[in-house]
């Protein structure tokens, strides 16, 4: 079964930290067996990783299944595809979630992004891909209607 | 007295010395037939009568004759030579008044018309240097139209290349930090939307 993403796990640095997490509670969780504590001290969570457990429907107090999405999330952090985004300015966690829910649902379930700050674009976003970048910034949409704009000034004109 | 005046004397005496031994010979020659006596007494008799004759008196008589006449003849010819040279000056005066009115209205044509000629060639030289410069401002005006026209259109295609940059740079500067992303959500899925398809294959084909 495929690894889900939750809406707030977007970027790779997400991703490695919750698969950093994942791992440290698993040692304390065995610390706590091998200590013979009753009952197991689960140590707390962060919001991501529950959301992650939870689009997974894994228990985190089966070893197993946590260990499998362990695996998952080391595949995930090695072939997951990624997307970098550059915004004008620094985008707030709900653009973020917008962009990744329709990110994940019209292109790839899997993809993370990238997040890169580039002023001068003044509106809109660059996107990098592997291969390619699509520039939909508001520089290019006027490059792309310069012809508007011309006709526009020879009318002031 | 000058050296001239001794010189007149000196030859008035030698003039008078001859012709007394002209004279001395002529009555000589009809006693030559009597002998050498004869002759003889007759020489001696010419010389005490010229001795006599030309004594220091009558000499210093002839010397002051000959003065007056030698400071009359120096005066006559002196006046004579002031009236010819007044009378050459005059026409010198004249003869040079002349000719340097001559040579002077000669030059003065000359130079007229050098001057003429000059005006001429300058008038000349002018009117083409105004053609030429006229031509040359022509060329140097089609120029100057050219190389506006040229650096217009240059700016104007500048300007056209660089207006979304020109245009993006205001719109940066008026909006500043007041840009809401969250509002331009929908022209971003508009764009995305347009490039799923090219987005999905640049990702599977990069993975």
């Keep these: 079964m495929e690894l889900k993403l939750p809406v707030i796990l977007a970027s790779r640095q997400d991703l490695a930290h919750v698969h950093r997490e994942l791992r440290v509670f698993l040692d304390m969780v065995m610390q706590s067996v091998m200590r013979h504590d009753n009952p197991i001290q689960y140590p707390g969570i962060s919001t991501t990783l529950r959301a992650l457990a939870t689009e997974n429907q894994v228990d985190l107090r089966d070893e197993t299944a946590c260990n499998e999405l362990l695996v998952k999330l080391e595949k995930l952090k090695d072939d997951a595809p990624t997307l970098h985004i550059s915004f004008p300015i620094d985008p707030s966690a709900e653009v973020i979630q917008k962009l ?49 704009l011309r006709e526009a000034l020879e009318v002031k004109a | 007295m000058t050296g001239g005046q001794i010189a007149i004397v000196a030859g008035l ?64 010819n002196a006046m004579f030579l002031q009236q010819d040279l007044r009378l050459t000056t005059s026409q010198l005066n004249d003869y040079m008044k002349e000719e340097i009115k001559r040579v002077l209205q000669e030059e003065f044509s000359k130079y007229e018309e050098s001057i003429s000629n000059a005006k001429d060639l300058a008038l000349d030289s002018i009117q083409k240097t105004q053609e030429v410069i006229e031509q040359q401002r022509l060329v140097l005006e089609k120029q100057l139209n050219d190389q506006a026209a040229t650096e217009k259109a240059r700016l104007i295609d500048h300007f056209e290349k660089n207006m979304a940059d020109i245009v993006n740079h205001y719109i940066l500067a008026a909006i500043g930090n007041e840009i809401d992303l969250s509002v331009q959500l929908d022209y971003i899925f508009q764009y995305l939307e347009e490039n799923k398809q090219a987005i999905i294959e640049d990702i599977r084909s990069g993975t």
Excluded: C
Excluded at chain 2, 26 to 37: A, C, I, M, Q, S
Excluded at chain 2, 45 to 69: S, V
């Design chain 1, 100 to 148: 990744i829910v329709w990110l994940r649902k019209e292109i790839d379930p899997r993809i993370i992004i990238q997040v890169g700050l580039q002023p001068t674009i003044a509106a809109g976003i660059v996107l990098r891909t592997p291969n390619h970048q699509f520039d939909f910034s508001l520089r290019q949409h006027l490059y792309k209607n310069r012809a508007k």
């Design chain 2, 13 to 76: 005496l030698a003039v008078a010395t001859a012709v007394f031994l002209i004279a001395l010979f002529r009555l000589r020659k009809p006693v030559e037939n009597t002998g050498n006596n004869m002759e003889k007494t007759l020489t001696d008799a010419a010389e005490k009568d010229a001795e006599r004759i030309f004594n220091d008196e009558f000499r210093e008589e002839l010397r002051n004759r000959g003065r007056l006449h030698f400071e009359k003849i120096i005066g006559e």
